[in-house]
């Protein structure tokens, strides 16, 4: 009954509702404030004031059947003239509004991407680790997923490894920085690495291969790190963000794609991406929300309190002595497992009612994804059971 | 540069582009009071003042964090309780919460259904004239659209090939009652004879063969006229609403889809349908649009307007000597062409201004579609250019 492309991930899906269960399970057991879930990341820090306050304003002063009505597949004018506006003053770049398609978040915008791009057996690579998402929405133009395997040093991408899986059929890059499940950054210098290899990639097989930068984490950079704007350095980008976690609104599905005008065949590009929002059942990013961004574009949450978990996390479970690159941006910690086998440190962890991500399910054996982005107080309360975890392992 | 699929999508935009461009230099030309466009499907009724009410309510007593937030992928409890409870008290159903998953619009439920059960060369059967738009998304699944030609004496489906074109390989038909474009609401006894033949073919080919009913226009029903609700008379029929049009809310994109409990396998179907609302990008229908049906789900906008204009702009045309089947809901009005190529009938209409889509991008030439969600004064601003229109193929 259910289609074949399906069928793994109905099966797949009920491992994860068995930790759901689980996770459950034990908060019923030991009370909610006793069980410390750093599994998921969902956005703690409150909405900034003013995105509340620009919908009582949008409500009182626009007219409604705009606010909440149809407009261009590619959103509303204004809005992306805004937000080209507010991407020129941060990164020097040169947009108009015409480069810029609204989307239903970096997970829709990834998908109209790949949609308007996409030919069966069209190779993509990325680099480990990586968001597990990126497979289902490759598999799903028929593409395929070519995986670079993980630089435990550093957590920057391997370049020796990448330049050798290039082939002609090599259509996209995808690039998430700051990454998502490392908290990494990407330098300069990698990103500069990353395109020279793909000029000469580009030259080499005579076709275009396009730079996907997926950037939902863009903003959430730590100790004045800068995150490189990669339309700068190579033509062929596509940006994809979000304002999920910059606004702290992940529920409201609202982001952008930038389409530069230096990408080869940019107004063709556009117009399929365009129509790829509307097929795929998008048809626009959500309206109400667009609106919202016309004062908003700019606004972030207080980062200081993700800074504030991140520092005490990694200080502590570093004084414990496990192992981890100090993350420099996003809302996560990768840490090394103790054992080899991080699904028996899970297990392990669990036991202390703490609950994380193993690493495996970003193609990275053997580390744990502890996402940050919940309340210092439980992070507090947690610290006492990270400890005697450590325990198990360290001080053997 | 652009996949396969999407090239002819791209190509036909500039045809598009190029109509929409004329609209615009006669606005230009004549004034916008003397252009009579009667192209989009955009509701025009007032979004009711509740919903944003409710939006205000929302935001002064719910915690932001959980309005703008993550859900589960298939929506908020609550919402899709108070869902189910709706539709049951309107229609005499059984449902819970379990059997709706909340979707951006309706166009992205009929995706995650047809993404859920589709395999390459699966075929679809729908009835013509249709929203060409069905094409696209089986497209993108790799399935086969198949057309039952229109029934232009009444614009109920043709039974009799719809049986004969059902083969092992058709896996679902897409019903659209109110229709866009006829303005047709098909009858309980179509409805019947559809749900008794698809049974038989069921047992003949020994596998499921889904409805798939597209209800955006489901409130929209003149003179108390009754829309059967399918899956009382069928247990495999997925329900697919949008409230876009019953709160002319259409930007928002907010819907739903309805797996009853008695459709085969319809657990593992749910899950499908939820996850592949996860990885075609929309992750779950937009937070705050969906809290605010808790209070909205049972709104919807004053009905007497459009009434108004089926009733004047039917009575006007057929006054003139149009051959115009009297629509019964949505808000459409499907015209007879005067002279067998319909193209030629819309160039000569737009010599007066009149704007509206030819009947082959329904797959029903030798028709045209006026979509009379306009405002009444543009209505009446209009018939002495459709009488002068007339007159060029009527009195001659």
Redo the contacts between chains.
Sequence with gaps: ??????KE??KN?SVIREMFEEGKALSKKYGQENVYDFSLG???I??PEK??DT??EI?KNED??K?????NNAGFEDVREKIAENINNKFDTKFSGENIVM???A??????IL?????PSDEVITFAPYFM?YK??IN??DGKLVEISPNTKDFQPRLDEFENKITKNTKAVIINTPNNPTGVIYSEETIKEICKILEKKQTEYEK?IFIISDEPYREIAYDNNEVPYITKYYNNTFVVYSYSKT???????IGYVVIPSEM??SK??I??IT??N???????A?????RVLIECANEKVDLSMYDENRKLLYNELTNYGFECIKPQGAFYLFLKSPIENELEFCKKAKEYNILFVPGSSFACKGYVRIAYCVSNEMIKRALPAFKKLAENYINK
């Design positions: 009954m259910i289609s074949d492309k399906m991930l109905v899906n969902n956005p703690s409150p909405v995105v509340n919908i009582r409500l409604t059947l606010v909440h009505g149809y407009m989307c239903v978040g997970a829709s915008g990834i998908n109209i949609k308007s791009i996409l030919n998402e289902n929405y799903s133009y275009e606004l702290s609104i992940p529920g409201e599905r080869d065949d063709n590009i117009t399929a129509i790829a509307r097929i795929i059942g998008c048809v626009n959500p309206s109400l929300m667009q």
